[in-house]
């Protein structure tokens, strides 16, 4: 399971990390220069490890669980190439299932209006050979 954050005007990702699990999250802790977009608690242990990134990666050929969530309005997770177009809604977290077997770069873009930076507001998928996704895994996991 990633989750998925989505806000005005950008794209979040979150890995629950080696515990499999993620840290809470509260509003108070939001700080996007701080690189804890999605508010996760400091205190909580189960966030220690937790993964933020701001390109969503996922393996080739397996499948994936995104958990969707808005932080302000309405936004729309759209991959063209994956014919995959699904709301993200505040205060709701909205389960997609995805299963892509061609490694490679996909655009993330909104397909809800939700401002003024509605058309600025892309993310990048990038599907990995499994292999190279483990190694990238555990890269991040080190250095964060
Ligand atoms: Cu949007």
Wanted: charge should be negative; include cysteine.
């Amino acid at each position: 399971m990633i989750e998925v954050y989505a806000r005005q005007f950008a794209w979040s990702f979150r890995y629950p990390g080696p515990d499999k699990v993620f840290g809470r999250t509260k509003n108070k802790f939001i700080s996007d220069s701080g690189g804890n977009p999605m508010g996760v608690d400091p205190a909580d242990p189960a966030g220690k490890d937790d993964l933020i990134t701001n390109s969503l990666r996922i393996p080739a050929g397996r499948d994936v669980v995104l958990l969707l969530h808005a932080r302000d309005v309405i936004h729309d997770f759209f991959v063209r190439e994956l014919r995959t177009k699904q709301d993200v809604v505040p205060g709701m977290e909205i389960p997609l299932a995805l299963h892509v077997d061609v490694p490679g770069q996909y655009e993330i873009a909104c397909a809800e209006l939700c401002g003024l930076g509605h058309s600025q507001m892309r993310g990048l998928l990038i599907v990995m050979p499994p292999d190279e996704y483990q190694k990238w895994q555990q890269t991040a996991q080190a250095s964060r």
